[in-house]
């Protein structure tokens, strides 16, 4: 496994209490990290807590899709901290069902935590990172949000929106030594998932022609190349890792 220096740099990483997040969060610190993990479940918080014993971690419950929450936390975190790194990771999928059929309210919500997440908290951390002349931040988008998936259309279009604000952020943050990319999964064994009908699960694998699952530490070996200062020139881009299922 490659090993990255991220030793003296303070990161932010939502939805970090279980899957992709937490496992990220185990990365960074063992590449010499601060990390902050945000997650809107106290419960799953708590669980992390035990797994990880670490000086280096702390927590806080924020929830995403209110503003004035993310903007109050990353007030009070900035106080005392910078913040290097920014991983947007906070999502959920909603139900599976056609888009005539789809409650409205749970299209906002998909929405609302996914895109709009997503939004608030680069607007918040963004000013940050700039006076500072460095950050980076990795959203965390989805194959779907590339190919769109049948009876999945708000977490689709959620993800490609994300898509398409890491690409305009990425160019209006250039100039300030702070790259902003994407990457793009495809369905791995997490929490997620218990989220959507087998049916469906089934359907997404057999797209991809590797044949299985994505691994976490696949994905998190990808993120900490993108939140290291290695990564010195791509920004605005979008990293596939969907087993070949995605190609562009």
Wanted: hydrophobic content about 40%.
């Amino acid at each position: 496994m490659n090993k990255f220096d991220l030793k003296n740099k303070s990161a932010v990483i939502t939805g970090g209490a279980q899957g992709f997040g937490l496992d990220i969060a185990k990365k960074f610190l063992e590449f010499g990290a601060k990390v902050r993990i945000w997650d809107i479940d106290s419960k799953e918080l708590n669980e992390a807590k035990k797994k990880i014993n670490n000086p280096n971690l702390d927590f806080d419950v924020v929830d995403v899709s209110d503003y004035q929450n993310v903007n109050n936390t990353v007030n009070k975190i900035s106080k005392n901290s910078k913040i290097d790194i920014l991983i947007n990771n906070a999502g959920i999928t909603g139900p599976t069902a056609e888009l005539w059929n789809y409650n409205i309210e749970d299209w906002k919500k998909v929405l609302d935590i996914n895109l709009q997440g997503t939004f608030y908290c680069c607007k918040a951390i963004a000013p940050i990172m700039i006076k500072n002349n460095y950050g980076r931040i990795v959203n965390i988008a989805s194959v779907s949000g590339k190919d769109g998936n049948a009876n999945a259309s708000a977490y689709s279009s959620a993800k490609a929106g994300v898509i398409g604000l890491t690409k305009s952020l990425g160019k209006e943050l250039a100039e300030y030594n702070i790259a902003v990319n994407a990457v793009t999964p495809a369905g791995a064994k997490t929490r997620i998932l218990d989220q959507m009908s087998k049916e469906h699960v089934q359907r997404m694998l057999s797209k991809v022609p590797r044949g299985r699952f994505l691994e976490l530490d696949e994905l998190s070996s990808l993120v900490c190349w993108l939140s290291s200062e290695e990564n010195s020139f791509s920004t605005a881009a979008v990293f596939d890792i969907s087993g070949g299922r995605s190609t562009y």
